[in-house]
């Protein structure tokens, strides 16, 4: 029988998630609260069990993407509300792919959401709150001493992978993935992990039939009922558990 998980001490506190450490030196315990938020924090909203669902969405993806060889820092779901997760030093990036074109790349570039992007495109954001995690690119993040070439160059490789099992996932749930926000680690032997969460809060998904927005794009936009942004995380946990 699995040893029972005990938190010992709140190592960080998120926007939308608190980390602890555990016993084991290597590991920790993820724990997802029920706020949502936008615009790097000043839109803010509670919402009753939002961390559930999140919880339980961001497993299920990463049980996939672990089984198809993609090494992460996820180990396995413990609750309801908490994961046991590799404990890794996180990397100050933000890696976005993009399938078709939307949000800020829409606004910044000028370009009409929804046009598709044929070879996929990788941004690199800097974890900067007093800066505004702004865009970089691999030359800034090399410069700035956060990582290496050759360590950018795996992460590409892991996103790449990473982009193309999860496309055909969701499309088989009927789900386009629009884009994505990932963040990675290095564990104590120093490789590289795939971390962070992947859920309605960090990725674009649109209903494949009709485009409805299955993500947390509403709320930034102005949807304020509760039950609603709600009911659009249970559809996507939902078509997640059809197999
Ligand atoms: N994203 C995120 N956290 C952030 C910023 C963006 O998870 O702090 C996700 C967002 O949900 C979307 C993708 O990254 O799936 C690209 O976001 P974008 O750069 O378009 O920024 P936005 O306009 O959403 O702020």
């Given at each position: 029988?699995?040893?029972r998980?005990?938190?010992?001490k709140?190592?960080l ?24 938020t ?8 509670f919402?009753?069990?939002k961390g559930i ?17 993609i090494k992460?820092h996820?180990?396995?779901?413990i609750?309801?509300?908490e ?8 990397i100050?990036l ?9 949000g800020s790349?829409?606004?910044?570039l000028g370009?009409?959401?929804?046009i ?8 690199v954001?800097y ?6 995690d702004?865009?970089i690119n ?6 700035l001493?956060?990582i290496s070439?050759e360590e950018?160059n795996t992460?590409?490789?892991?996103l790449?992978?990473?982009n193309n099992?999860?496309?055909k996932y969701?499309l088989?749930k009927n789900?386009?993935?629009?884009d994505f926000?990932?963040e ?10 795939l971390s962070?969460?992947?859920?309605p809060?960090t990725c674009?998904?649109?209903?494949k039939?009709?485009?409805k927005?299955?993500?947390?794009d ?6 304020k009922?509760?039950e609603?942004?709600l009911?659009i995380?249970m559809?996507i946990l ?5 197999s």
């Amino acid at each position: 029988m699995r040893s029972r998980i005990i938190k010992n001490k709140l190592l960080l506190e998120g926007k939308t998630k608190k980390i602890y450490t555990t016993k084991n030196t290597f590991e920790v315990l993820i724990q997802y609260k029920d706020s949502i938020t936008a615009f790097n924090g000043l839109k803010k909203k509670f919402i009753q069990d939002k961390g559930i669902l999140n919880n339980e969405i961001t497993t299920l993806i990463f049980k996939f993407i672990n089984y198809c060889g993609i090494k992460t820092h996820f180990i396995r779901k413990i609750n309801n509300r908490e994961q046991l997760c590799h404990k890794v030093d996180m990397i100050p990036l933000e890696f976005v792919v993009r399938n078709i074109v939307a949000g800020s790349m829409s606004k910044r570039l000028g370009i009409k959401e929804g046009i598709q992007i044929l070879n996929p495109i990788f941004e690199v954001f800097y974890k900067n709150d007093k800066l505004k995690d702004p865009l970089i690119n691999d030359h800034h993040a090399v410069f700035l001493e956060i990582i290496s070439y050759e360590e950018l160059n795996t992460i590409y490789s892991i996103l790449s992978n990473m982009n193309n099992i999860l496309k055909k996932y969701f499309l088989d749930k009927n789900i386009i993935l629009v884009d994505f926000k990932i963040e990675f680690g290095k564990n104590h032997k120093n490789e590289i992990l795939l971390s962070d969460e992947i859920s309605p809060d960090t990725c674009r998904f649109w209903d494949k039939k009709t485009m409805k927005k299955l993500d947390k794009d509403p709320f930034r936009i102005g949807l304020k009922k509760k039950e609603e942004i709600l009911d659009i995380y249970m559809e996507i946990l939902k078509r997640l558990n059809v197999s």
